[in-house]
């Protein structure tokens, strides 16, 4: 706990260096708050159901296509993720899960509970049937939904997954990375300090993506990245959701994937720090007729792929 103490004092010793130089600093913090909320305002629509309430937005026109966002995402972060496939003629649909943003934490704010509010939102959307996408944790709640409700899943793409793989530990945190999740992540101005004073260890610690693959990228690709950090503030509507996630993508369990009769996809980096490679593997190996991608390098964010990788789901939801 040395370790753990010493590296949170001394982001804490940072913020208060930041805090302490007065005004300045607090006007650029209290701005860059305000963008944040700014960026969620109306953009989001609220349904009602047996979970309480659930958050979603739209983007696009044609047929509708399920985002699920990941770990430290929302709504926002699903419609980001997915607007390749809204430009392509898809229309996205994207949920805030148990936690995030506007939508409520229910009592009970297991997989199985969030694939069903899922489709509750589809009752309300009166969306018959579609393809699912999930990214990291998402994809947990992806193949819940495919399992559940099978006739309402046309096609499932896994993304990142942060799933089960069979005689693998438990993906545990770093020491950095506990005391980040225990402090950083309650708070919108820890959080803000931490990527104004330690970018390069809030990419590797909650992107999972070697710091280094991100310099060397193109600054398309070094913008995208930094916005997917920056796009975490507010941190504080969004804790409860990233600490169930902690919880539930730390530790995966077991699902009957070799069950799911739609058309699967799924899709990971092989130097992705949380072993998401293994785990797209292990979904590739046992849903029948399972495809597989797994990029040589990009982190857990897939750096220098996204554009290939848009491109290769929309062309399999197409043939579907």
Same mark, same amino acid.
């Given at each position: 706990?040395?370790?753990?103490?010493?590296? +949170?004092? +001394?982001?804490?010793?940072?913020?208060?260096?930041?805090?302490?130089?007065?005004?300045?600093?607090?006007?650029?913090?209290?701005?860059?708050?305000?963008?944040?909320?700014?960026?969620?305002?109306?953009?989001?629509?609220?349904?009602?159901?047996?979970?309480?309430?659930?958050?979603?937005?739209?983007?696009?026109?044609?047929?509708?296509?399920?985002?699920?966002?990941?770990?430290?995402?929302?709504?926002?972060?699903?419609?980001?993720?997915?607007?390749?496939?809204?430009?392509?003629?898809?229309?996205?649909?994207?949920?805030?899960?148990?936690?995030?943003?506007?939508?409520?934490?229910?009592?009970?704010?297991?997989?199985?509970?969030?694939?069903?509010?899922?489709?509750?939102?589809?009752?309300?959307?009166?969306?018959?049937?579609?393809?699912?996408?999930?990214?990291?944790?998402?994809?947990?709640?992806?193949?819940?939904?495919?399992?559940?409700?099978?006739?309402?899943?046309?096609?499932?793409?896994?993304?990142?997954?942060?799933?089960? %793989?069979?005689?693998?530990?438990?993906?545990?945190?770093?020491?950095?990375?506990?005391?980040?999740?225990?402090?950083?992540?309650?708070?919108?101005?820890?959080? +803000?300090?931490?990527?104004?004073?330690?970018?390069?260890?809030?990419?590797?610690?909650?992107?999972?993506?070697?710091?280094?693959? %991100?310099?060397?990228?193109?600054?398309?690709?070094?913008?995208?990245?930094?916005?997917?950090?920056?796009?975490?503030?507010? %941190?504080?509507?969004?804790?409860?959701?990233?600490?169930?996630?902690?919880?539930?993508?730390?530790?995966?369990?077991?699902?009957?994937?070799?069950?799911?009769?739609?058309?699967?996809?799924?899709?990971?980096?092989?130097?992705?720090?949380?072993?998401?490679?293994?785990?797209?593997?292990?979904?590739?190996?046992?849903?029948?007729?399972?495809?597989?991608?797994?990029?040589?390098?990009?982190?857990?964010?897939?750096?220098?792929?996204?554009?290939?990788?848009?491109?290769?789901?929309?062309?399999?939801?197409?043939?579907?």
């Amino acid at each position: 706990m040395r370790l753990t103490r010493r590296r +949170w004092l +001394w982001l804490s010793a940072g913020a208060a260096v930041l805090a302490g130089t007065g005004g300045a600093v607090y006007a650029a913090y209290a701005s860059e708050l305000a963008r944040a909320r700014a960026r969620l305002e109306g953009r989001s629509l609220l349904v009602n159901g047996r979970f309480g309430q659930m958050e979603y937005a739209i983007a696009g026109d044609g047929q509708p296509v399920l985002m699920i966002h990941g770990t430290g995402g929302g709504f926002d972060q699903g419609l980001a993720f997915a607007q390749p496939l809204a430009d392509a003629g898809w229309k996205v649909i994207a949920p805030s899960r148990f936690g995030y943003l506007r939508s409520s934490f229910p009592e009970d704010p297991s997989l199985e509970n969030q694939a069903d509010a899922l489709a509750e939102l589809l009752d309300e959307l009166k969306i018959e049937r579609l393809p699912v996408l999930g990214g990291s944790a998402g994809a947990l709640t992806a193949l819940q939904f495919a399992i559940r409700h099978p006739a309402r899943c046309s096609a499932v793409a896994a993304i990142v997954p942060a799933t089960y %793989v069979p005689g693998r530990d438990p993906v545990r945190p770093t020491r950095l990375g506990a005391t980040i999740m225990a402090y950083g992540l309650q708070s919108d101005f820890l959080f +803000w300090a931490g990527m104004r004073i330690a970018e390069d260890q809030m990419i590797a610690t909650l992107l999972a993506t070697d710091p280094e693959i %991100v310099r060397g990228a193109s600054p398309q690709e070094q913008a995208r990245v930094r916005k997917i950090l920056r796009d975490i503030l507010p %941190v504080s509507t969004r804790s409860q959701g990233l600490l169930n996630d902690a919880r539930q993508a730390g530790s995966p369990q077991p699902m009957p994937i070799e069950t799911i009769a739609a058309p699967t996809l799924a899709i990971s980096v092989e130097d992705d720090r949380f072993g998401t490679a293994a785990a797209a593997r292990h979904i590739a190996a046992t849903v029948p007729g399972a495809q597989l991608i797994v990029y040589p390098s990009g982190g857990h964010v897939w750096v220098g792929h996204d554009q290939e990788m848009w491109v290769e789901i929309d062309s399999f939801l197409k043939r579907r």
